[in-house]
Each structure stands twice: as C-alpha cells, then as structure tokens.
C-alpha cells in the first residue's frame, strides 16, 4: 500500500524535473487538476494499483474541503507577496504551503486505505474523469506529455533521491 511519505517522496522526486513540473502546473492552472492527484494516480500505476473515476472523486473529494478552506486562499495570499516581500519571507511562504501540501496528500492516502483497488485500469483516465474530464478533452499534445510524465515516473522511483524532504 502507498503511505503518504512514499507519495510525498515520489512527487519530491517527479518535481525536480522541469518538464514534469510545467506539465503538472499547466494541468492544474488550465484543466483545475490537482497535482497532488496526479502524482498519486502516477504512483499507483507504477505499482499496479488502478482506481475507477469514482473512487477517484473519492479521492479528490477527500482533499477537496481542505484545499478550498486552507491551502487555496494561502496559495493566493503567496503568490500576491511576492512581489512585496523579501526573499527570506517568501521562502517561508512557500515551505508553510509545502507543509499544507502534505496534509492534502495525507489526507488521499487515508481515503485510498479504504478503497478497492483494482490490479488493472487506466489510471490518468480515471483521474481526467474525477475532475469531469475526458482524455479526447484536450489537446493531443498535452496527452503526450501526460504519458511521457507517467514514463517519468519510473525513472524517479528507480533514482536516488536528490534532497531531504521536508
């Protein structure tokens, strides 16, 4: 089973990419994709577990209230500062967001704990779909991209990691 320090790990290492980071922020700023999603549906992939869209929504839903309450208002209140504070500050806005990060993903490891998992599926499909998306809903470039992220993923899971998490 994927325990949240394995998730925060893996997107540890799958955010040291560029490529991977633009992807996962352009499916986030355009299609209202949660990256921390992403990277589980990623993970769970990578050790063969699939979910369905609904158990995907569970998974979202999970977060959701959280991220809508907590981490999405300090998000803005960060990115607004920054260009008023110093440099100092802002780094501490961002590793105070990166602790609210964990907790989202903390809490979709909790939710995954009580879910079926299925030993066969398509798991960037299910997520597309928990987020009322469908993969012929964008672009076929950015599929590409996705499935190049999900190839990605073994190359980081098989790399040392790079840097401590926090």
């Known amino acids: ?16 990419h560029e490529q991977a980071r633009q992807i996962c922020l352009l ?31 569970t998974l979202r839903k999970a977060k959701d209230e959280w991220e809508q309450r907590m981490v999405g208002p300090y998000r803005q209140l960060r990115k607004l500062a920054k260009t008023s504070l110093p440099e100092e500050s802002y780094r501490q806005m961002l590793e105070v967001e990166l602790v609210m990060e964990k907790r989202s993903q903390r809490l979709m490891v909790k939710a995954l704990q009580h879910l079926r998992v299925e030993q ?42 790079l840097r401590a998490v926090p």
């Open 27 to 57: 499916m986030q700023d355009q299609y209202h994709i949660d990256p921390n999603l992403l990277l589980l549906a990623i993970l769970m992939e990578h050790e063969q577990m699939f979910l369905d869209g609904e158990r995907f929504t």
């Open 1 to 16: 089973m994927i325990s949240h320090e394995s998730l925060w790990q893996f997107g540890d290492k799958i955010w040291q």
């Open 120 to 161: 066969e599926g398509d798991n960037l499909t299910a997520c597309l779909q928990a987020h009322d998306l469908n993969p012929g809903d964008l672009p076929s470039e950015l599929l590409g991209q996705l499935s190049e992220l999900f190839d990605l993923a073994s190359q980081a899971i098989n790399q040392p990691a």
